[in-house]
């Protein structure tokens, strides 16, 4: 993915979350999460799962 594609993509997915609502944010990233993991191969997904976690406090 390209950096214009990469810009498309996260404007998309900003204007989405807009578009749901707070109350809806949730269930939305949820749904885009399935949809990706499908799309993915296993060890991608589990890296990119494993990324997305907080940094615990004093390993930043």
């Known amino acids: 993915m390209n950096a214009d594609q990469l810009d498309d993509a996260y404007t998309t997915l900003c204007h989405n979350i807009d578009a749901v609502g707070e109350q809806g944010t949730s269930l939305y990233l949820a749904r885009v999460a399935m949809l990706l ?18 940094t615990p406090k004093g390993r930043e």
Do not use: F, R, T
């Not at 993915?40 to 494993?50: F, I, N």
């Open 37 to 54: 993991i499908l799309e993915s191969e296993p060890s991608v997904v589990k890296a990119a799962l494993q990324a997305a976690l907080p």
